[in-house]
């Protein structure tokens, strides 16, 4: 296959060390995306922005009818990489990988109808934290073949390391959620997988220009600060989230699972807070679609307890580029005095 080696996507199993780098993962299905689940995950982001909700808002806005939010493409997504985990990279437990940077650059908005398909790049490895880091590449298509967006998600996986998250959550972990566990349908057959000789993701895409909603260019100016917003997250709101995005892991939702494991209370998804802040970011832009690249690094957890959690955004004009009438966002995220993000940046293209 020229300078493709095929991987057995039935049997692989990789060890730390003889990661395979390079690996293109193909998810075994298209995921077609409908209209309640986006507004069910508009709510569970805490998005109120009417083109996620109204198919009148998003024809305004000059949609065929409603969009998306941002970080939607994370329900399929997080399918995809748990089916690779599953099939090809065996021998890490998905309870244990923790998310510490997402990039995301877009290409158009996903929409009601869209038969999105997955193909995963393990891009690079290295031994840090006690584990494996590893840089997954996605790229998002539509049923056309197009482009729709491309993201990089980094992880620390550890294999047989910390406590059994099956044997402490048995009571409370869903049907389904680990490989081998009970199922009452038979189990899919796998992905295609191949390995690749350090070949990038690269597809063709095009950039619609902002739509008449977005914020006028000759109105920004470097160093203007956008209103802050408080975000507010239950118990409730971290179980809601799990369920709508298919992340069940009990350690963000149970406090028994967190104590057991010794954290200090049930910690929100890593993409809840990701979500949460592109919502931020795209009701000051004015129309979410005019979001071209989004990058947070997660350097704090956020611990919720049974009082809840806070979490206040803020962001700040870092830069503009006249030629391309785009603005870069400077974010922030603190909860209980603490950063949670670390770098965290938006690109938005205005009119």
């Avoid at 993201?151 to 972990?173: I, K, N, W």
């Avoid at 909860?335 to 690109?347: E, N, Y």
Wanted: hydrophobic residues 40%; proline residues 6%; contains cysteine.
């Amino acid at each position: 296959m020229g300078n493709e080696d095929v991987i057995d996507s039935t049997g692989g199993t990789f060890i730390a060390g003889e990661l395979p780098v390079g690996l293109h993962y193909r998810a075994r299905d298209h995921y077609v995306v409908g209209r309640e689940k986006i507004r069910e995950f508009a709510r569970a982001v805490q998005d109120h922005h009417p083109v996620h909700w109204s198919e009148g808002a998003g024809i305004d806005y000059g949609y065929d009818g409603l969009i998306a939010p941002p970080t939607f493409f994370s329900v399929p997504g997080f399918l995809a990489q748990a089916e690779m985990f599953e099939s090809v990279m065996t021998g890490y437990d998905l309870s244990q990988i923790m998310q510490t940077d997402q990039v995301i650059r877009y290409h158009r908005p996903i929409r009601p109808g869209d038969a999105l398909s997955f193909e995963v790049h393990l891009h690079s490895v290295r031994h840090a934290f006690g584990g494996d880091l590893m840089s997954f590449e996605t790229a998002v298509t539509d049923q056309d073949g197009a482009l729709v967006l491309v993201s990089r998600t980094d992880v620390v996986g550890r294999r047989g390391a910390g406590p059994d998250l099956g044997e402490l959550g048995a009571g409370v972990l869903m049907h389904g959620f680990r490989p081998g566990a009970d199922r009452a349908t038979p189990v899919p057959r796998a992905g295609s997988a191949a390995r690749t000789a350090g070949r990038p993701l690269v597809l063709a895409g095009a950039e619609p220009p902002a739509g008449p909603c977005a914020r006028d260019f000759d109105t920004v100016r470097v160093g203007d600060e956008l209103p802050t917003r408080t975000a507010r997250f239950t118990i409730g709101d971290l179980v809601n989230y799990a369920g709508v995005s298919g992340d069940p892991n009990p350690i963000h939702w149970s406090a028994e699972v967190a104590d057991r494991v010794d954290l200090e209370a049930p910690v929100a998804h890593g993409m809840l807070t990701i979500g949460s802040a592109a919502g931020f970011v795209t009701s000051w832009l004015g129309d979410p679609g005019a979001l071209r690249e989004y990058a947070v690094r997660l350097t704090s957890p956020v611990f919720v307890t049974r009082e809840g959690a806070e979490i206040e955004f803020g962001g700040r004009v870092k830069a503009t580029d006249p030629s391309a009438r785009t603005a870069t966002i400077a974010l922030t995220a603190r909860h209980q005095g603490r950063r949670v993000f670390g770098r965290a940046t938006a690109v938005v293209q205005l009119r």
